[in-house]
């Protein structure tokens, strides 16, 4: 089945949707039309979810200079870009990489690194398959009957979409403190996905009451990562897994190259993302493309570009 809500290749976000449901069956157009500007709706399709505050490595992607089709990360084309990402026949970068960041990805760059990234989306995959059926088992439901529950940030939506949230079985008759974590989380835990935190959409900040109380004070950036439960926990468990050497921290052959980067070198634009070291307690904004200065990622919040003169506002500064 399609999905409810999909872009299309122009880049515009669409939708359809049916009239909602009333008790059993299909409302009318009375029972679902609420005002004169508000109607009841059930979507036509389905819903992409994409977790917030991580980040799995891709099982297919566009390549350089298209839109679609999408090609699994393991096509022999995709094996071609990332041997030589800056190769003379692919697009030329729409802002041209900092010398640092370009030598980062000459550097990963190899025959087997589309494998590496393949084999790894694929385990991950499977993953988060074996939590959602063992939940299913384990809850006493089946395909029928099983529920998520969504917990949703400051954006509901991306670009292309799909809902953002953090997903959990649906436990309504559990006690909240008995209930079993978001796969967001179970999945840091396990090692099958990395950090992506991206402000304010991670707690502490997604449970401030505006965008204005959702920026911390100069100075306390590590304060926060070490004191806040849900950012303190998320960076643990991936510590944890990194020294335990489970999942993408696998010791024979490791997650090489992050998402977010073969998603910028599918692009051909570099990170926009202004940065914010949860290590340090300084006052410094560090730039997009200087995010390889921060070498793990759980010690990097990024900030939207879009959302920076607040932060300026409040005292920060570009570095």
């Known amino acids: 089945m399609a999905n409810a809500i999909r872009q299309l290749d122009s880049g515009l976000v669409v939708g359809t949707a049916l009239l909602g449901r009333h008790g059993a069956g299909r409302g009318s ?9 508000t109607v009841t709706v059930e979507a036509d399709g389905n819903f992409g979810v994409r977790f917030l505050g991580v980040d799995a490595p891709e099982v297919s992607c566009n390549l350089p200079g298209t839109k679609r089709p999408f090609l699994p990360i393991n096509d022999p084309r995709w094996q071609k870009v990332l041997t030589d990402p800056f190769a003379a026949d692919l697009p030329p970068f729409g802002t041209p990489l900092d010398h640092a960041l370009r030598h980062r990805i000459t550097d990963l760059a190899a025959p087997d690194l589309a494998d590496n ?17 063992g939940d299913l088992t384990a809850l006493g439901h089946t395909t029928q009957t099983f529920r998520f529950f969504i917990a949703f940030a400051g954006e509901v939506m991306d670009r292309y979409g799909r809902l953002l949230g953090y997903l959990h079985p649906s436990q309504p008759d559990t006690p909240a403190g008995q209930r079993l974590l978001s796969y967001n989380e179970r999945l840091l835990q396990l090692g099958w996905v990395t950090p992506y935190f991206i402000w304010p959409n991670i707690n502490p900040f997604r449970a401030a009451p505006s965008l204005l109380d959702a920026v911390p004070q100069p100075g306390t950036a590590a304060d926060l990562a070490t004191t806040v439960p849900a950012l ?22 490791p997650l090489r190259l992050q998402p977010f980067e073969l998603r910028f070198l599918a692009r051909r634009q570099p990170p926009d993302r202004w940065v914010l070291d949860l290590s340090r307690n300084d006052r410094r904004l560090v730039p997009p493309q200087g995010y390889i200065d921060i070498v793990y990622p759980e010690d990097r919040l990024l900030i939207p570009a879009e959302y920076v003169p607040l932060w300026q506002h409040h005292g920060w500064q570009l570095g």
Do not use: F, I, K, P
């Open 29 to 37: 157009v009375a029972e679902q039309v609420h005002d004169g500007d």
């Open 232 to 253: 303190r926990n998320a960076r643990t468990w991936t510590q944890n897994a990194r020294s335990q050497h489970l999942g993408l921290h696998e010791a024979g052959d």
């Open 117 to 133: 990234h393949a084999r790894h989306g694929a385990a991950a995959t499977r993953a988060l398959e074996s939590l959602v059926a």
